[in-house]
T-cell receptor, first 115, second 115 residues
Framework: AQSVSQHNHHVILSEAASLELGCNYS??????LFWYVQYPGQHLQLLLK??????LVKGIKGFEAEFIKSKFSFNLRKPSVQWSDTAEYFC?????????????FGGGTRVLVKP | DAGVIQSPRHEVTEMGQEVTLRCKPI?????LFWYRQTMMRGLELLIY????????DSGMPEDRFSAKMPNASFSTLKIQPSEPRDSAVYFC?????????????FGNGTRLTVT
């Protein structure tokens, strides 16, 4: 079974600072990788996804993530955060062979951006 | 596209009472998922359906929990009898599984409080 580990539970930073959130997964086969974001009081929304091809994936709102297969990692980055990026971020994975996107989520990282 | 619709948004009930959570997936989506979110355990997959048929209910915590999907546009998650430890936010999500790389679309969740 796959599992997903997010190293930081809470991150606090100031506006314009750079953000990097770690995500590692354990699964021996080919995977699809996702980052979801949950703004305060809202539902989860897809930020970006990786299926194949270029391991550097660009998503919405200036976020990007890099898939490093050898490290089983899919870290999320943003060069300069804004106050509106305050949210909880979830990394998720599913096995490519598993139809229907049965996702396994990491524990989430709460990001607080101070104005 | 109205998105995934869940009701109620908030539910407060007393221990021992029956609770029913409802979900309407996005029209045309053939996979439906129920997730539970708590501070302690993060996002847990409880059960998912494909074409109204339960595929994997291994995440359902115990027999007090049951889920049904009588048709393509409606699903329920029932807890009977409810207990305080069931307090959580319950999310429903749907996806177009025929394109098994398609992302999950989440509803706004039901915040359940059992006193």
């Amino acid at each position: 079974a796959q599992s997903v580990s997010q190293h930081n539970h809470h991150v606090i930073l100031s506006e314009a600072a750079s953000l990097e959130l770690g995500c590692n997964y354990s699964y021996g086969g080919t995977v699809n990788l996702f980052w979801y974001v949950q703004y305060p009081g809202q539902h989860l929304q897809l930020l970006l996804k990786y299926f194949s091809g270029d391991p550097l994936v660009k998503g919405i709102k200036g976020f990007e993530a890099e898939f490093i297969k050898s490290k089983f990692s899919f870290n999320l980055r943003k060069p300069s955060v804004q106050w509106s990026d305050t949210a909880e971020y979830f990394c998720a994975v599913n096995a490519v062979k598993a139809a229907g996107n049965k996702l396994t989520f990491g524990g989430g990282t709460r990001v607080l951006v101070k104005p | 596209d109205a998105g995934v619709i869940q009701s109620p948004r908030h539910e407060v009930t007393e221990m021992g009472q029956e609770v029913t959570l409802r979900c309407k997936p996005i029209s045309g989506h053939d996979y439906l998922f129920w997730y539970r979110q708590t501070m302690m355990r993060g996002l847990e997959l409880l059960i998912y359906f494909n074409n109204n048929v339960p595929i994997d209910d291994s995440g359902m915590p115990e027999d007090r929990f049951s889920a049904k999907m009588p048709n393509a546009s409606f699903s329920t998650l029932k807890i009977q009898p409810s207990e305080p430890r069931d307090s959580a936010v319950y999310f429903c999500a749907s996806s177009l599984g025929t394109e098994y790389n398609s992302p999950l679309h989440f509803g706004n969740g039901t915040r359940l409080t059992v006193t």
